[in-house]
């Protein structure tokens, strides 16, 4: 089993684009059905936006093996969610060690 860990950082003023496009697309659903999931989290800084472009959602994900993440990642229909994501990104910004985080509801 292996754990990937997605670091998000919202552009300020989208956290909650970013909280409604995961809901509205069935990301985590669609990735708990996808092939070698074991199941999926999307959380989000307890604080909000952290300083200084830090972190706003962490992705965590439980997987069977290497290969089973390997194929989520390529899979188009992620690939299309990535695209609809990155406007709502600041690409910049770098992750904060130790960050408060909440699920998502």
Do not use: K
């Not at 003023?13 to 999931?37: H, K």
């Not at 969610?81 to 600041?90: R, T």
Request: glycine share 10%; charged share 20%; aromatic share 6%.
């Amino acid at each position: 089993m292996i754990t990937s860990v997605l670091q998000l950082s919202a552009r300020p003023g989208n956290e909650q684009a970013v909280d409604d496009l995961y809901a509205d697309l069935g990301v985590l659903d669609r990735s708990r059905a996808f092939p070698g999931c074991r199941g999926a989290v999307l959380l989000r800084t307890v604080e909000g936006a952290l300083a200084a472009g830090g972190a706003t959602h962490v992705v965590i994900a439980e997987w069977d093996d290497e290969a089973a993440y390997a194929a989520w990642v390529a899979d188009p229909w992620r690939n299309d969610v990535g695209a609809a994501l990155a406007p709502l990104l600041d690409a910049g910004a770098a992750p904060r060690a130790g960050a408060v985080l909440a699920p998502v509801t």
